[in-house]
């Protein structure tokens, strides 16, 4: 079976993660994690690096800091993980859906402008695997309403839009460095933010919202939503070699894409002139004209030892959702054709070239 995803770990990593063992600094606190945020915050353009447990946390700590009204409103894609919408729902706030591009599958730009009322507080961009959403208008659509932006980073380590990092952009932006991740720390996750103030209460909310000064005093509740120094071993470590691993998944992203874009059965995600993704995942969507969807595609590719996963389902669709009366009769068209006619190939760094062509090759038989 080729699994969809295999981390690459080299001697770097198990160096600095040893170095970290040695060193006593096991928890929460410690020089790695110090060095681990700078090094990702000065990478992406940023001031301040806040590492937490994961990318989902470090949404949660993100919109925490918006301190959400009941009623209030959070726009994000409706195409796209739960963790983007949980913590809006925690906050008694209301996640507002918006459609995806059919083209780039990420959030339709263009439709935002529709979905903002007298409500809304902020809007969370997503880089769908990797690939960057159209940043300039959303950014301007932000500032013309007094909107922050929340930037969904988690599968666009290294990516570019106009030249500029992916994760530079959100009022707040987020990171996730599970295992899967171009950087991995096994679980983890980065918050990335300019302003001071903002940096400091992300710092006090990961560790319990424990103050500078008298220890077990508390002015504000915080979660310990902390990375461990272990982890951030092992993330700084990768960040040294983040150009060779954005360069590595860009040349299979580029194989990929040069066999099967020969396959007619196929719709594939498509890079647009002004940004540089960064194949987080390699998705494709199967045309139901071939009579298939994603399921039996991803059934048929099992059969020839192709391990696939299947696209995210739409946040409307969500049975947990659904059952709280969220997104009552609405329906977002590109969305549920993604959700059903989409998977994604294996994408791990460890892929080489023969095994891509042995996938390509096992794709365009099992469309046939
Ligand atoms: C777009 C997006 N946001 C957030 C997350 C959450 O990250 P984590 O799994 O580290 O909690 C993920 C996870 O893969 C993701 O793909």
Redesign the pocket.
């Known amino acids: 079976m080729i699994p969809v995803n295999e981390p690459l770990l080299t001697e770097s990593d198990f160096a600095s993660v040893n170095d970290a063992l040695r060193s006593g600094w096991i928890s929460g606190a410690g020089p790695h994690i110090d060095a681990f945020e700078q090094r990702w915050a000065a990478y992406c353009g940023r001031k301040h690096g806040i590492a937490v447990a994961?990318?989902?946390?470090?949404?949660h700590v993100a919109v925490s800091l918006l301190d959400l009204e009941p009623g209030d409103e959070v726009i994000m894609p409706s195409f796209?993980?739960i963790?983007?919408a949980w913590p809006v729902i925690l906050s008694n706030a209301t996640p507002v859906l918006v459609d995806s591009d059919p083209r780039t599958w990420t959030i339709d730009v263009g439709k935002i402008r529709q979905r903002v009322t007298r409500r809304t507080r902020a809007i969370m961009p997503?880089?769908?695997y990797g690939n960057p959403v159209n940043m300039r208008p959303l950014l301007d659509l932000a500032a013309e309403h007094g909107l922050a932006v929340i930037e969904?980073a988690?599968?666009a380590h290294g990516a570019l839009y106009r030249g500029e990092r992916i994760g530079s952009f959100g009022t707040l932006s987020?990171f996730?460095?599970?295992a899967?991740?171009l950087i991995t720390t096994g679980?983890?996750?980065m918050l990335l933010v300019d302003d001071d103030g903002l940096a400091e209460r992300a710092r006090r909310m990961r560790n319990l919202g424990f103050q500078p000064g008298r220890r077990f005093v508390h002015n504000e509740l915080g979660y310990n939503f902390r990375l461990t120094n272990l982890q951030a071993a092992l993330g700084l470590a990768q960040v040294e070699r983040i150009d060779d691993i954005v360069a590595r998944k860009r040349a299979m992203g580029k194989a990929y894409t040069e066999r099967l874009s020969r396959l007619s059965g196929l719709e594939l995600q498509v890079e647009q002139d002004w940004s540089r993704g960064v194949y987080w995942m390699y998705g494709i969507l199967v045309r139901e004209a071939t009579g298939l969807d994603a399921a039996e595609l991803a059934r048929r590719l099992a059969e020839r030892g192709i391990e696939t996963r299947p696209f995210f389902l739409g946040m409307h669709e969500q049975p947990v959702l659904r059952k709280r009366g969220l997104f009552r009769g609405q329906s977002y068209p590109v969305t549920e054709r993604l959700a059903r006619q989409g998977l994604y190939l294996p994408s791990g760094l460890g892929l080489d070239e023969a095994q891509i062509e042995c996938i390509c090759q096992a794709v365009g038989e099992a469309l046939e």
């Open positions: 994961n990318g989902s946390v470090a949404l796209t993980i963790s983007c997503v880089h769908i969904d988690a599968e987020c996730s460095f599970y899967n991740k679980e983890g996750g």
